[in-house]
């Protein structure tokens, strides 16, 4: 059974960073691709950023020069590395894993990022 665990949330004041990681474990196989997703409050959860599994990324627009998602194969860790975080980044942040085994994505249980001063 697949686990994804996300961790690396916390209180940043805007203009900070934080690095969010999502470990996997478990047996993951054909994986296409890695996702973080966030969903604000009373908003409907959005793509904020994906990682193919031939390391191609993309960013939504709102995050672009801002985010970096990357990998780590040897710990199957997938990051989200934020900086000059605004208060609009505040939202539950998701991995997502999509794999050509099964029919839905594997998610996180989220962690929350909440950009304030």
């Known amino acids: 059974q697949v686990q994804l665990v996300e961790s690396g949330g916390g209180l940043v004041q805007p203009g900070g960073s934080l690095r969010l990681s999502c470990a996997a474990s478990?047996?993951?196989?054909?994986?296409?691709?890695m996702d973080w997703y966030r969903q604000a409050l009373g908003k409907e959860r959005e793509l904020v950023a994906r990682?193919?599994?031939?390391?191609?990324?993309s960013y939504t627009d709102s995050v672009k020069g801002r985010f970096t998602i990357s990998r780590d194969y040897e710990k199957n860790t997938v990051y989200l590395q934020m900086r000059s975080l605004k208060p609009d980044d505040t939202a539950v942040y998701y991995c997502?894993?999509?794999?050509?085994?099964?029919?839905?994505?594997?998610w996180g249980q989220g962690t929350q990022v909440t950009v304030s001063s």
């Open positions: 997502a894993f999509h794999t050509a085994t099964s029919p839905a994505p594997y």
């Open positions: 478990g047996s993951i196989f054909g994986l296409s691709a």
């Open positions: 990682l193919t599994r031939v390391g191609a990324t």
